[in-house]
């Protein structure tokens, strides 16, 4: 059985972690197959949205498979921490946006997965934390530097300094999530009707847009102004550039090729 179920709408691709029985946990075949699923997302100009989600009701993931963990070398522990790394590193690059649907927990890895998205939408029953402190181990694949530029360094410290697991309404009040949904159905419905807003708009100036912000905030401002000025110049000799200015002026909605 597949770790990872792939399905697309239109332009948006759905991921689904595979592994209900395990509460989606991470193990080393699961880690591989979503690096693949990805980097065919990457390359995949009928796809111009990513939706990440768990299969079932209870669990978004909780992490790594620690009934796993537990049969593995140290050296093998080390493999499976620099893997985990480089598929959120690579769900993070991604040049389309992306949005992690939270269904229910997400713990540890699978909090630094979601974090690793663009957008986070989360079922108001789900709860959430970056908890590897207390197991004696640090987040160490992604959420100790992306949670602080998310919610700040104070409060990132005390979410993983002190392991807590929080709500949804917190998550939202923090700005770590975007929406929170009653049931499950709905978050997908919600996650699906956000993608539809970012669509409407030229798949090529959303992915220059999102590499300018995600560039720029790791350097100074004279150097991300150039970063955005780069990106703008991709647009400029564009199809879809040149399809708004004719729907514009005639007064229709434009219509996007990718191009």
Known sequence: MSCILVEK?????VIRLNRP??????????LNELQSVI???????DVRAVIFTGVGEKSFSVGADLKERKTLSQEEVRRNIYKIGEVFTAIDTLPQPTIAAINGFAFGGGMEMA????????????????????????????????LPRIIGEPKALELILTAKRFLAEEALEWGLVTG????PQQLLDECH??????????????????FAIKQGMNTDLQTGLQIERKAYEVTIPTKDRI??????????????IGE
């Open 9 to 13: 709408f239109d332009f948006i691709s």
């Open 21 to 30: 029985d395990a509460l989606n946990a991470f193990n080393y075949e699961m």
């Open 39 to 45: 980097e065919g997302i990457r390359i995949d100009k």
């Open 115 to 146: 974090l690793s998205c663009d957008f986070r939408f989360a079922v108001r029953e789900a709860k959430m934390g970056l908890t590897e402190t207390s197991l004696g181990i640090i987040p160490g694949a992604g959420g100790t530097q992306r």
């Open 180 to 183: 929170v949904s009653e049931k």
């Open 193 to 210: 009707a956000f993608a539809e807003l970012l669509l409407k708009n030229g798949p090529i100036a959303l992915q220059q847009a999102k």
């Open 243 to 256: 399809e708004a200015l004719a729907a514009f002026s005639e007064k229709r909605a434009p219509v996007f």
